[in-house]
């Protein structure tokens, strides 16, 4: 095909004759509106780019027509049986791509095949790897708490009589504590904290209803027509924000318990004094807030990277914010739940 300006491109790879072009099958990735009758109506020349008329997304018709996506190797979605270790190196490749969520966008495009069946599998890796990320911070600060700890014991800051536990026997003690960190688990009162479950419970519930809150959304499932596989692998891929939000409030009480340590004694005593009453009156409140930021920012990057929808923070600002409160007013109905979500919340000092 030859061309006469910037917006023609040369050659695509098309069937020949009327019979080859009806017989192809080129569908928007985004809506799966079929877009073969503009594509027959190609003479000689072929444009660059298009627009889908059902739901308004700009196609590269290169990329439609004749699509030449390869699987990325780190994608768990599109790999191949490899073996237990295979799967596993994909597996973090494909996690280190989440958590940069433009880099794992690029890689897995809105015209990339989704595989359903594999969602699940994407979904509890990427679960995984957000709670071992989460187990780490734990240490790390109970590891900080305790050695804060036993430098003032050893000041003489507290008096000659004071004692600290040893490092293993702290965290041996507290072992749920920084190995299940959103987990509800208390040592005070049995294996279960009945109080931080159904704080728990609230939390996963706003953490995960933002996905089925599109359905709320007429302008972005009707007018874009977004179908919900992608919605779905969104959320799949996703899924490592959900122990990041759950551990968001442990782990301010374990940092307000090392500033708490180290205003005890040493020279910058009244220092670490005012950073903890800070953590301890604004923490419940930017805990909050950056639990929201979290989710909204995944989403954010999600609407815009990967579906394409038009004003991405407004929209997935809009998703978590009504994911939020249809999870909150269902709370006030179950006796205790929303109280135990406040209370939780605001208990992160010692």
Do not use: N
Not at 7 to 29: L, T, Y
Not at 123 to 129: D, E, G, L, Q, T
Not at 168 to 179: G, K, M, P
Not at 266 to 288: F, H, K, M, S
Request: overall charge positive; hydrophobic content about 55%; aromatic content about 10%.
């Amino acid at each position: 095909m030859e061309t006469h300006s910037a917006d023609m491109i040369r050659s695509i790879d098309v069937p020949s004759g009327d019979a080859g072009a009806a017989s192809m099958e080129v569908v928007c990735p985004r809506c799966g509106y079929d877009l073969s009758g503009v594509v027959q109506s190609w003479e000689s020349e072929c444009p660059v780019r298009g627009q889908c008329s059902e739901c308004g997304l700009d196609v590269e018709w290169a990329e439609v027509v004749s699509p030449k996506w390869v699987a990325p190797a780190w994608s768990i979605e599109h790999a191949r049986y490899v073996g237990a270790w295979g799967l596993l190196g994909r597996g973090v490749r494909g996690v280190a791509r989440a958590m940069w969520p433009w880099a794992l966008w690029r890689g897995i495009p809105l015209g990339a095949p989704v595989v359903v069946a594999r969602l699940p599998m994407v979904a509890a890796m990427m679960f995984v790897a957000g709670w071992m990320a989460m187990t780490i911070v734990a240490l790390v600060l109970m590891t900080a708490s305790v050695l804060i700890f036993q430098h003032v014991v050893a000041s003489g800051a507290l008096g000659p009589g004071t004692q600290a536990l040893g490092l293993v026997e702290r965290l041996t003690a507290e072992w749920a504590t920084w190995a299940f960190p959103v987990w509800p688990a208390s040592r005070r009162s049995g294996p279960l904290d009945e109080e931080k479950a159904r704080a728990l419970v609230v939390v996963v519930g706003m953490t995960l209803a933002v996905a089925p809150s599109f359905v709320l959304m007429p302008v972005t499932m009707i007018r874009q027509r977004v179908r919900w596989v992608h919605v779905a692998r969104a959320a799949a891929w996703g899924m490592w924000v959900l122990p990041v939000v759950c551990a968001v409030t442990p782990l301010l009480r374990l940092l307000a318990e090392c500033l708490f340590y180290a205003s005890l004694g040493g020279a910058a005593r009244r220092t670490w004094q005012e950073v903890y009453l800070g953590v301890r009156y604004w923490g419940p409140i930017g805990g909050v807030l950056l639990m929201f930021t979290v989710t909204w920012a995944w989403w954010a990057i999600a609407v815009r990277a990967y579906m394409k929808i038009r004003h991405p923070r407004f929209t997935a600002f809009l998703l978590t914010l009504v994911a939020w409160l249809i999870v909150m007013i269902s709370s006030l109905g179950i006796p205790g739940m929303f109280r135990d979500l406040v209370r939780v919340t605001y208990r992160i000092t010692i």
